[in-house]
Each structure stands twice: as C-alpha cells, then as structure tokens.
C-alpha cells in the first residue's frame, strides 16, 4: 500500500511539472505501457513510472518503443532505484532500450532543459562526446587519429568511434582529451530526441479480434505493428491509422475505458482511431466502427479504403 501511494505521488508531481512546462496533458487510465503521453509543439513523450526500473518487462518496454516509434514521440520511464543501486540524478539509464531518468533528472529537464551529463552502462559511467568539436580540436592542434590516441591512452579505433559519436568515454578517458586539448569535448543528452535502434518487434497482438486484424492487414500489404499492453491494438504505418478492438472477454465498461483511452491519446498524438468489432457495429460507442467481417473482405488497401470510408491517398508508398 505504501508502494502505490509512493508511486501515485510521483505520478502526480510528473504531471505538474509539464503543466508548469506548457504541456498538454492525458493520463492513461488503464495498466498499459504507458501512463501518460504528453505533448507540447513537436515534443511528444509517452511516460511510464515505476519503483524500480528492473521490475519493467520487456514485453511491456518493447511495446511503449513501439508506440513512441510509430508516433514520432520519446518514451520515457521515470523511476528511483534499479538493481545496481539508487538512480542517480543527472545521469541517464536505460531499461531495453528505453531512456530511463529520475524525478529530479526529469524535472530539470522539462522545467530548465539542463539534460543528463552522464549515461550508466555496465562497467560504470560514461559521458556522451561532441564528435564535431573534438575532431575540429584535433585538426587545429595538428594531431592525427594515432597521435591523439596515444597521448590520451586508447586506440585509434576508440577515437575514430568518438569523433563519430558512436561510443560514450569514461570519466578518465574524457579528463585526459580535455587536459590534451585544453578544451571542453563533451555534450548533454537530450532525453526528448529519441530513436528505436533496432527493427521493431514483428509481434502479433494480444486478443483474437486483433489476431485477425493484424494478419489481414499484413496480407493486403499494410505494415502493421501488433501489441498486447497499449492502448491500440493494431497500427497500420504505412496508411497511419491506429485500430483498437472489442474482444469477446470485454464487459461494456472495460471497453468504454478502451475507447476513451484510444480517442483522446489519438486526439493529442493527431491520430483518429477505428474500433474493429467481432459481433457489432460499435453501438452508441462515439468512434467509428467497423465489424471484423467486413474487414475479412478487404483484397488490397484500395479495399481498405473503401470499408474504411476515407481517402489514403498519398498515405500508401512509406
């Protein structure tokens, strides 16, 4: 009990803080990925708490990548501890890789832009190179690659890597380019931008509706993306529609919950969500609504669109 209240008051102190940022807000009501997305101009952030950051599985965490991937957004889980100790502040984890921060680390961020200096990996911390700047302090102190490398104690390789931003150096190794160059050569790490490094998970969804949908989406060419802990159930890329469904296990009031969760996410992600159903029509439900027997017709996306009632002109060649 003491656990929850803990988690709900950092919860609550999150969505202060963007409020205090200018960020409109939603809090998800229901145990997905994710449990608030937030979004102010370009920035978007879908944002999951927890204790501690090891209890998170990969299933959930591959999920909430998925969705920031296919909303352009930064996913973000805020949390105080993992198994290797306390989460310390001014310094970014990581949890399957999903940017992982502290209530303070967060809070600097959004409220004053100071970003994490450092980044935890295992064999202890290190700190993200400016590649441009040290390269261009290199050339104007006329060292070569092999040069530098050897008054700085690594190879050439590891130079080569931070000049081209691809491995972070350690406290040592970062003291001794400085002391060299007589010059600052590292940079923050903005916890907003964000990119998938990996191809994303090609993942049924969870309910057998959603089974249907994603297959038959699949098969007349969408690159559709399943999940089984978010707020939709399908996403289809390549046409940017976003598709929830009505299982048979759902009571009328888990699926009310569903429907408002998918509408005001889409609402603020820009994104207009379609209710596939097994049996009926969709009710009184306010979404459009579409029975899965009528999306078993569909041959091609010029189908889709058809059943769909709207245009996907120009959606159709990414």
């Given at each position: 009990?003491?656990?929850?209240?803990?988690?709900?008051?950092?919860?609550?102190?999150?969505?202060?803080?963007?409020?205090?940022?200018?960020?409109?807000?939603?809090?998800?009501?229901?145990?997905?990925?994710?449990?608030?997305?937030?979004?102010?101009?370009?920035?978007?952030?879908?944002?999951?708490?927890?204790?501690?950051?090891?209890?998170?599985?990969?299933?959930?965490?591959?999920?909430?990548?998925?969705?920031?991937?296919?909303?352009?957004?930064?996913?973000?889980?805020?949390?105080?501890?993992?198994?290797?100790?306390?989460i310390e502040d001014g310094t970014l984890?990581?949890?399957?890789?999903?940017?992982?921060?502290?209530?303070?680390?967060?809070?600097?961020?959004?409220?004053?832009?100071?970003?994490?200096?450092?980044?935890?990996?295992?064999?202890?911390?290190?700190?993200?190179?400016?590649?441009?700047?040290?390269?261009?302090?290199?050339?104007?102190?006329?060292?070569?690659?092999?040069?530098?490398?050897?008054?700085?104690?690594?190879?050439?390789?590891?130079?080569?890597?931070?000049?081209?931003?691809?491995?972070?150096?350690?406290?040592?190794?970062?003291?001794?380019?400085?002391?060299?160059?007589?010059?600052?050569?590292?940079?923050?790490?903005?916890?907003?931008?964000?990119?998938?490094?990996?191809?994303?998970?090609?993942?049924?969804?969870?309910?057998?509706?959603?089974?249907?949908?994603?297959?038959?989406?699949?098969?007349?060419?969408?690159?559709?993306?399943?999940?089984?802990?978010?707020?939709?159930?399908?996403?289809?890329?390549?046409?940017?529609?976003?598709?929830?469904?009505?299982?048979?296990?759902?009571?009328?009031?888990?699926?009310?919950?569903?429907?408002?969760?998918?509408?005001?996410?889409?609402?603020?992600?820009?994104?207009?969500?379609?209710?596939?159903?097994?049996?009926?029509?969709?009710?009184?439900?306010?979404?459009?609504?579409?029975?899965?027997?009528?999306?078993?017709?569909?041959?091609?996306?010029?189908?889709?669109?058809?059943?769909?009632?709207?245009?996907?002109?120009?959606?159709?060649?990414?």
């Amino acid at each position: 009990m003491e656990m929850r209240k803990v988690s709900r008051d950092v919860l609550v102190e999150i969505l202060r803080i963007l409020h205090s940022a200018g960020f409109a807000l939603y809090e998800v009501d229901s145990d997905y990925c994710l449990q608030i997305v937030a979004k102010r101009g370009d920035t978007k952030l879908l944002i999951k708490t927890t204790i501690n950051v090891d209890n998170e599985k990969r299933e959930t965490t591959e999920d909430l990548s998925s969705l920031a991937t296919t909303f352009s957004a930064s996913p973000l889980i805020i949390g105080s501890r993992a198994q290797r100790g306390k989460i310390e502040d001014g310094t970014l984890y990581e949890r399957f890789n999903v940017n992982v921060v502290n209530l303070n680390t967060f809070k600097e961020a959004v409220l004053y832009r100071r970003f994490p200096i450092a980044f935890s990996r295992r064999g202890g911390l290190y700190f993200k190179i400016d590649g441009a700047a040290l390269r261009k302090l290199r050339m104007e102190r006329g060292m070569s690659l092999g040069e530098f490398a050897a008054k700085i104690g690594v190879s050439r390789k590891a130079v080569y890597e931070y000049e081209n931003s691809q491995m972070g150096a350690t406290l040592n190794t970062v003291l001794k380019m400085e002391e060299v160059l007589n010059a600052g050569i590292t940079m923050d790490i903005d916890i907003f931008k964000w990119s998938y490094r990996k191809e994303l998970p090609d993942k049924s969804p969870a309910g057998a509706v959603a089974k249907q949908l994603h297959y038959k989406l699949k098969k007349i060419g969408c690159k559709a993306i399943g999940f089984s802990y978010a707020p939709i159930d399908v996403h289809a890329r390549n046409i940017g529609i976003s598709f929830l469904t009505d299982e048979e296990n759902l009571d009328d009031d888990t699926l009310n919950r569903k429907v408002e969760n998918a509408t005001k996410i889409g609402k603020l992600l820009g994104v207009n969500p379609v209710l596939i159903t097994g049996t009926f029509g969709g009710g009184k439900l306010d979404i459009v609504s579409i029975p899965i027997d009528e999306i078993r017709k569909a041959e091609t996306i010029k189908d889709l669109e058809r059943i769909l009632n709207i245009d996907l002109t120009g959606y159709c060649t990414n």
